[in-house]
């Protein structure tokens, strides 16, 4: 049947076991270094969009400025302001 040809949900959650520890420290500390540059960003221009921020930092997508975005947001220090595509952002406070 087909449900028996599905792997089980604990098998494909598992976390993969050649990822060296050293890698994750580094993507950690890229992603840090991005947050900081992005609170740099807001915190010279006061409300920026997405693009203003991807035109100011080469080599990063602007779905991973998103990303960071959204965990700066949950961390409290940035505030999300519009909807969708007209969303600005500023720092909170």
Do not use: C, F, M
């Amino acid at each position: 049947s087909k449900a028996s040809a599905r792997r089980p949900k604990a098998e494909a959650a598992q976390t993969p076991t050649n990822v060296p520890r050293a890698n994750l420290t580094v993507a950690r500390d890229e992603s840090r270094s991005r947050r900081d540059a992005i609170l740099t960003i807001i915190g010279h221009k006061g409300r920026v969009s997405i693009r203003d921020i991807t035109d100011e930092i080469s080599g990063v997508s602007s779905k991973t400025i998103q990303r960071e975005l959204n965990a700066l947001i949950r961390d409290g220090l940035v505030v999300r302001e519009g909807e969708r595509r007209w969303s600005t952002y500023r720092l909170a406070g």
